[in-house]
């Protein structure tokens, strides 16, 4: 157990005051829950199926591996979170809980929410949610993100994950329809998470982290949300082109597809003043609701089997 | 350079609303165990299905 006082290298005294929703902050619960509804779309897809309570547990323990990783990423990260707007007042920064805590947390999360899976699942999927555990708070948080400008394209893996390990829950092994889905995912990362870093520029300037804008510029970084949406768009029709996803999918994905492009050009064209902050926040919040609005159809269809299949044309 | 460590300040005492939080802390803490038995005990019966009630007696 952590002790309940920590000394600071600068003399300060940290004393232990958190509560249940400082610690339940450290596991990043917005995230959790795409996690939650991506690896639900990978069970709900993948051919087979397995017990309900199973299923539960199984999305709980991914839910909780996700949340620890989350709060890996916050204990490394405390020192710059605190120079950042966005980030300062989390639980560390704050000073709500001390550094050692969250490790504590962190560790024992990381560790149950594995060995659960292990037991009620299969040994595939925990290796699986192990290792994103491993890529997200030592690959991603301790050694991309301050180290290159590519550091939430090759982490954005790390998100892409949970419907492959939904996947591979349901039948101990690795098909291509998750694969799709980490594909969805993962080009997503970029647009989603470089239309923040263009406003947040300063922010992370400040913190010395290499994001794209600080790092290539804000037009190259607009150039480049522009061609990762082109390249993510159609990837999104695919379930429906191979089978796994009906008419309401391919609908709702070519549709929210076409916004995001749009969304896309617009920050691209607009580079100046208020508008072009606006641009960004609506490419952020629209991404949002696009990633969570296609695995919400995908979990509809095939959780509910309320598909209207249409004939399969790759694959 | 790593700065030198200064000589650790003992904390001042807990106050009356740090306590609490600390208390209602311990309570979460508590639900959250007495949640894990109740998880373990249904996933168990799941996994292990009729068979749990076939042992010798």
């Known amino acids: 157990m952590s002790a309940a006082f920590e000394t ?52 709980l323990a991914i839910a909780v591996g996700a949340g620890a990783s989350g709060c890996l990423n916050m204990w490394y990260d405390a020192d710059i979170d605190e120079l950042m707007s966005r980030t300062a007042k989390r639980p560390i920064p ?27 699942a299969n040994l595939l999927s925990a290796a699986m949610l192990a290792f994103t555990i491993f890529f997200y708070a030592v690959v991603y948080s301790m050694w991309l993100k301050r180290w290159t400008p590519q550091n939430i394209v090759i982490g954005g893996a790390a998100g892409a994950f949970p419907p492959m390990i939904g996947e591979a829950v349901v039948t101990g092994d690795l098909g291509i329809h998750s694969i799709v889905l980490f594909a969805i995912i993962f080009l997503w990362t970029p647009p989603h ?18 994001m794209m804008p600080n790092a290539a510029g804000p037009a190259s970084t607009r150039r480049q949300i522009v061609a990762y949406s082109l390249a993510m768009a159609p990837v999104a029709v695919l379930p429906a082109l191979m089978g796994f996803a009906g008419l309401a999918y391919l609908v709702v994905s070519v549709a929210t597809g076409l916004v ?33 609005g296609l695995f919400a159809v995908l979990l509809v269809e095939n959780g509910l089997g309320l598909m209207w299949a249409l004939p399969k044309v790759i694959g | 350079m790593t700065e030198p460590r200064k000589p650790p300040v003992a904390p001042a005492a807990f106050t009356g609303e740090d306590m609490a939080r600390r208390r209602r802390r ?27 009630l076939n042992r010798p007696l």
């Open chain 1, 8 to 59: 600071r290298t600068d003399g300060a005294t940290l004393t232990s005051i958190g509560e249940a929703r400082d610690f339940f902050a450290l596991l990043k619960p917005r995230v959790m829950s795409l996690v939650v509804i991506t690896a639900m779309a990978g069970m709900a897809t993948a051919p087979g199926a397995v017990h309900p309570v199973i299923a539960l547990a199984a999305l």
């Open chain 1, 260 to 292: 995001m492009v749009w969304l896309s050009i617009q920050v691209w064209r607009t580079t100046e003043g208020e508008a072009a902050t606006k641009a960004c926040y609506r490419l952020f919040g629209f991404s949002i609701l696009y990633l969570f």
């Open chain 1, 193 to 210: 998470f470089w239309a923040l870093a263009l406003v947040k520029a300063a922010d992370y300037g400040r913190a010395g982290i290499p």
């Open chain 2, 26 to 52: 311990s309570v979460a803490l508590a639900l959250v165990l007495a949640g894990l038995v109740v998880f373990f005990f249904v996933v168990t019966l799941v996994k292990t299905g009729p068979a749990i």
């Open chain 1, 94 to 120: 704050a000073g709500r809980v001390l550094p050692s805590e969250a490790l504590a947390f962190g560790l024992t999360l990381s560790i149950g929410s594995v060995v659960v899976l292990g037991l009620v």
